[in-house]
């Protein structure tokens, strides 16, 4: 019991770290159309300036916030330059686009860090006893910073005129130009909220398994799985969604096989969507005919 | 397939340089290393050669190539461990990816580009793993060596990269682009695009989109595994790293580089993907650096990539050298050869209902049409027409269906879209969808399996019929509107259908064109096809229609010979109005300058004319209702008036700084967002936030319908349509306008909410926002405007005030158009 009880709790900060991501994906593809392979590398060079600050002494919370804004900065540069050239309306171009950028980035951290792996602090080190059962503070640490995270982005999204005018966009970007939404902008606030999801999705992760050029790549396609299931327009799709893969895949690791976890989350994910090829809270207006 | 001299050359070259290749090597000419990267190279453009044909032809983008490719790499390598012989095993490499690919084809056919794209970088991540745990067959990640494999025939050994797969490499490629070049004049491709560009249209010709994916994929994957199959040969050894999704990324940039579509691009790309190590040690740049930048690069500058982009620069040069001058377009001859005949059949359709939810968009329609019989179904926006035509042709997936249509006593209701060509149903469509990525020959020829010089000769003769000999070769695109609405026909009409069903085939054509049209309608009704026509030009349907049925919300109201149907009271008013309410209109001073005025304003959206010459000027303060027939221009005459449309010529002056709103047609709310978040949205898109913007809001809500207002965090989906149309009104006031345009703010609502939310809208006038009103019937139009402008077919055919009493005969006589004159009335 108690060992499901770890296997679940740590299934779930996983899937915080894939929701987090996926959240960050949806957004900026309900904004601007482009699903951003990018993110993932992106964030990593981010996490890279943070461990420099972390090195430099200036404690960990400034290195997240390090990471954080460079990952913005990136993404905004990003945008302009490659993104909004291409113009509106080229999905596939728009990923391609952003799977160029993905192989720069990892190639500039190679260059510059080399490609053995750093270790990153954790936020919090140390366990916590929960009646027998012994967790990783970082694990709590990493479920209760995304919840707070992703509450931050529904109260956006819910509560103020900017997210309603975001979701506005999303909804239909012809009336939203009708209306007047300045595209630009809103396409631009989505771009730098996407990255600084993706940035503490990565600080939180990377502590676990130490700060490769390739680290976010497994994390990303399971937020790709996430938003498979829970619909690529949806955002708590995707947080949902995330989450389910984070705990399906630890239980799979545990009780099925270490060694076919992806085949196993993958393979559950297409047979749902073969059933339901909308994701499970996906509406069908993102195929354009 | 024909072979044109033409593509018989360009097939031979892939071979040719091929086996010139095999010369070079065999002598001694390229070292052995040498060879090694040539016969690489020549993987590699198999590999990108069916990524990038895949997504040329088929739209499917797949990052998953990589794992297709390692199936066939280890499986020589399991051949070679099991001493199986090597042409069986080539052969089970090719259905093992084959098929694989085709499962992928299929699975993702009912999926977007991009959640196609993803399920194949789900496949290409599952087999990664798998290579990495089967250690049994894969070895792992220590990889698994390929020795030789012995000849079916006896005659040699293929393998552990001796110089013998090296030249099976560079052959193989060589007939591979070989065919892939054959492959380009096939009707197989070009159902293909035909699928990928334009599903819905591509299933009126009778091809089904799911099984195009599903053998495009499964080819591509065979391909594929040919090209793992053979880098396994020359390698000699197998391992899990070179199948990463880098490689996936890099074939998908090296597929772009090159072009995508064009068999040239994928040899470029090849090569590239090859040689791109060298080239990046060259230059001393990272290789994956180097990789990226450039498909960013062509991405941004050569979208086509460099292959096409280089051979529409030399065919431009050829020209120039060639010949001077454009080619022209041949008008269709007066009396056009008369049309094959069809088979004669007979369409029933009873007592046929459509709903869509709790709508009934169709109820209780009953007709026939007798083989070689015209019939024309008019009727006013939102009657119906556009809903009977999808049910015909099988394209009502969302609603219910009752009652019964049946052409030659087979079931249309049941039967898949697909499949009405093969029963004789052709269809062309309003804005002449044809396939724009196939040439004018092409979008005929590729109705039809296969292309035999039959159907070769066929299409050439339809061609001349339809005014476009000699036109074959070009690109639709490069035609004039007039001459693709004849293609949509042609396509149509390909097989001599037993009925042909057109979506307003006489809109957008000049008054030759139509007569055009009128004799090619004559003609096929002649040899034996039925027709049914809806149009809203009512002038032009005369002209060709046996009889005429009308539609009034969702029901025939009438039906009759031509002249009749035009005389009848209750046909006449669905198109005119019967509002009988006046409303108290005051008289306001349209005195002063006009708060924008148009001068001479034409637009074109592409080939065709929306608005031709309209001189208007809006006076500060008044109601004006700009009436028309739909596709008469008033949209897009509203759009430039709020100026977020710029027109092709003339110009809109404005007294000075004049807000504008517009009210889109269909109200265009924002459906998951609530009443208050709708009004929210108008408030951050003019700047307006905070104490200000909630004051606004007070305002505007103030202005809604008492349940609208005690409910404002309902999702705007759940209001009712006259509440939805209120609700939009008040979002454009959110800016404070000095000028609303409203779009057919009547449109689907039931009379009593029309007279409310008329009654509101002149009340804004009273407030002293300047309202233009755009708006179906004329009789509506005169009992709310101060001003009445009435357009016909981009042109502004009359001006007016309600309180001229000449002016209704007027308006009445413009809004038909001029040539119907019999039993012109007041409204």
């Known amino acids: 019991m108690s060992e499901l009880f770890l296997v679940v709790v740590s299934g779930i900060a996983s899937g915080a770290v894939y929701g987090l991501l996926g959240l960050g994906l949806v957004i900026i593809y309900r904004a601007t159309d482009v699903v951003n392979f990018a993110l993932a590398s992106m964030a990593t060079l981010a996490v890279y300036v943070a461990l420099m600050v972390v090195q430099r002494g200036l404690g960990v919370g400034a290195a997240v916030i390090a990471a954080v804004l460079v990952a913005v900065v990136l993404g905004l540069v990003v945008r302009e330059l490659v993104i909004r050239p291409l113009g509106t309306g080229r999905l596939f171009a728009a990923l391609v686009m952003t799977m160029g950028v993905s192989l720069i980035a990892e190639a500039v951290i190679s260059d510059v860090w080399g490609t053995e792996p750093h270790a990153f602090p954790p936020l919090v080190g140390g366990t916590v006893t929960l009646g027998s059962a012994t967790l990783a503070t970082q694990d709590l640490v990493v479920i209760g910073v995304s919840a707070v995270a992703m509450l931050a982005v529904g109260y956006l999204f819910t509560r103020t005129t900017l997210g309603s005018a975001m979701r506005a966009a999303a909804e239909s970007a012809a009336t939203a130009q009708i209306v007047g939404v300045p595209a630009q902008r809103v396409a631009r606030i989505a771009w730098a909220l996407g990255l600084g999801l993706a ?91 | 397939m024909i072979l044109t001299w033409k593509v018989a050359v360009r097939a031979v070259l892939g071979p040719v340089a091929a086996v010139l290749l095999v010369v070079l090597v065999e002598s001694g000419l390229l070292p052995g290393y040498q060879a090694y ?88 991540l599952v087999a990664l793993e798998v290579i990495n745990r089967w250690v049994d067959v894969t070895g792992g990640d220590q990889g698994v060596p390929v020795t030789d494999l012995p000849s079916v025939t006896g005659a040699g050994s293929l393998g552990a990269g001796g110089p013998e797969a090296v030249v099976a490499a560079i052959l193989t490629a060589g007939i591979v682009v070989g065919i892939a070049v054959l492959a380009r004049s096939t009707s197989l491709r070009m159902r293909m695009v035909a699928a990928k560009s334009h599903p819905v ?72 993907l090859a040689f791109a190590p060298s080239l990046a040690g060259l230059l001393g740049v990272d290789q994956l650096i180097l990789q990226g930048a450039l498909l960013i690069l062509a991405l941004l500058l050569l979208p086509a990539g460099v292959v096409p982009a280089l051979g529409s620069v030399l065919r431009t040069l050829l020209r120039r050298v060639r010949r001077p001058g454009e080619p022209s377009v ?64 099988g394209l009502v997936s969302g609603g219910r269906t009752a009652g019964s249509a049946t052409f030659g006593g087979v079931d249309l209701l049941r039967a898949r879209a697909t499949r009405r060509r093969r029963l004789g149903i ?63 026909l042609g396509r149509a009409v390909a097989e001599q259908p037993g009925l042909l069903i057109m979506d307003e085939p006489f809109g957008g054509l000049d008054a030759e064109e139509r007569r055009l049209l009128a004799g090619q309608i004559q003609g096929l009704r002649a040899a034996g096809t039925s027709v049914v026509v809806i149009d809203h030009v009512l002038e032009d349907l005369f002209a060709v229609a046996d009889r005429v049925v009308a539609f009034d919300f969702g029901r025939p109201i009438g039906s009759g010979a031509p002249e ?48 031709d010459g309209v001189d208007l000027a809006v006076h500060p303060g008044v109601v004006l209702a700009v009436v028309g027939a739909n596709g008469a221009g008033k ?106 345009v409203v779009d057919e703010p009547a449109l689907g609502l039931a009379p009593a909410l029309v007279d409310e939310v008329y009654g509101r809208i002149t009340g804004l006038a009273e407030e002293g926002v300047t309202v233009v009103v755009l708006e179906q019937l004329l009789t509506r139009a005169l009992a709310v405007a101060h001003e009445v402008v ?3 077919e981009g042109v502004v055919r009359a001006t007016g005030s309600p309180d001229d009493p000449d002016f209704a005969t007027r308006a009445e006589r413009a809004y038909f158009g001029s040539p119907v004159s019999g039993g012109v009335r007041a409204g």
Request: proline residues 5%; neutral net charge.
């Open chain 1, 199 to 289: 940035a503490l999705a990565a600080v939180l992760y990377v502590p676990r398994v130490g700060l490769a050029p390739t680290v976010l790549a497994a994390p990303l396609f399971r937020a790709f799985a996430g938003i498979f299931l829970g619909g690529l327009t949806s955002m708590h799709g995707a947080v949902i969604g995330g989450v389910a893969i984070g705990v399906l895949e630890n239980l799979a690791a545990s009780y099925v096989s270490a060694n076919f976890r992806d085949t196993f989350v993958f393979a559950l994910t297409i047979l749902i969507l073969l059933l339901r090829p909308q994701g499970l809270f996906g509406t069908r207006s993102f195929e354009r005919v």
């Open chain 2, 37 to 124: 990267s040539v016969a690489l190279a020549a993987t590699y453009t198999i590999l990108v050669l069916s990524v990038g044909l895949l997504a040329g032809w088929a739209g499917i983008w797949s990052v998953g190539h990589p794992a297709l490719f390692a199936i066939g790499a280890y499986t020589v390598a399991y051949g070679s461990a099991h001493g199986w012989t090597s042409e069986p095993t080539v052969l089970v490499a090719m259905l093992l990816a084959g098929g694989c690919g085709a499962f992928l084809g299929f699975a993702g056919a009912r999926f977007s580009v991009l959640y196609i794209a993803l399920l194949t970088l789900a496949f290409s």
């Open chain 2, 201 to 272: 249209v591509a299933r009126s010709v009778g091809i089904a989109p799911e099984a195009q994916s599903a053998l495009a994929f499964g080819v591509s994957g065979a391909a594929t595994g040919l090209a793992g199959a053979l880098l396994g040969l020359i390698t000699g050894f197998v391992s899990p790293e070179t199948f990463s999704l880098t490689l996936g990324i890099n074939t998908v940039a090296a597929a772009v580089l090159g072009g995508v579509g064009a068999v040239g691009g994928g040899v470029f790309g090849g090569i590239f």
């Open chain 2, 330 to 393: 041949v008008e269709p001859p007066d009396e056009p050869a008369p049309a094959p005949a069809a088979e004669r059949r007979t369409l029933e359709v009873a007592d046929l209902g459509v709903a869509f939810g709790g709508l009934q968009a169709l109820e209780g329609v009953s007709l026939s049409v007798p083989p070689g019989e015209v019939l024309a179904i008019i009727g006013p926006n939102g009657a119906g027409k556009t809903t009977l035509v999808n049910a015909l042709c």
């Open chain 2, 426 to 488: 052709g269809r062309t469509f309003q804005h002449a969808e044809v396939f724009t990525e196939l040439t004018v020959a092409e979008n005929l020829l590729c109705t039809t399996r296969w292309t035999t010089p039959t159907r070769r000769r066929a299409v050439d003769a339809l061609l001349g019929r339809i005014g476009l000999a000699g036109q074959g070769d070009v690109q639709p695109d490069q035609l004039p509107f007039g001459p693709q609405k004849r293609l949509d």
């Open chain 2, 564 to 611: 009749e149907i035009l005389a009848d009271d209750r046909v006449r008013s669905s198109y005119l109005g019967t509002t009988s309410a006046q409303q108290p209109r005051a008289s306001t001073g349209a005195e002063g300058p006009p708060a924008i005025a148009l001068s001479g304003v034409t637009h074109r959206y592409g080939g065709v004319t929306a608005l």
């Open chain 2, 635 to 740: 949209s897009t005459l509203g759009q430039i008036l709020h100026g977020t449309l710029s027109p092709s010529s003339g110009t809109r002056t404005t007294d000075g700084d004049v807000r504008s709103s517009l009210v889109p047609e269909g109200r265009a709310l924002f459906r998951t967002l609530s009443v208050r978040e709708n009004l929210e949205v108008a408030g951050y898109a003019a700047g307006i936030s905070g104490r200000d913007l909630r004051s606004r809001i007070d305002q505007a809500v103030e202005w809604l319908p008492e349940r609208v207002r005690t409910r404002l965090s309902i999702p705007a989906a759940a209001l009712s349509g006259g509440e939805q149309q209120l609700l939009a009104i008040a979002r454009a006031l959110i800016a404070d306008p000095r000028l609303v």
């Open chain 2, 790 to 792: 009435v357009l016909h």
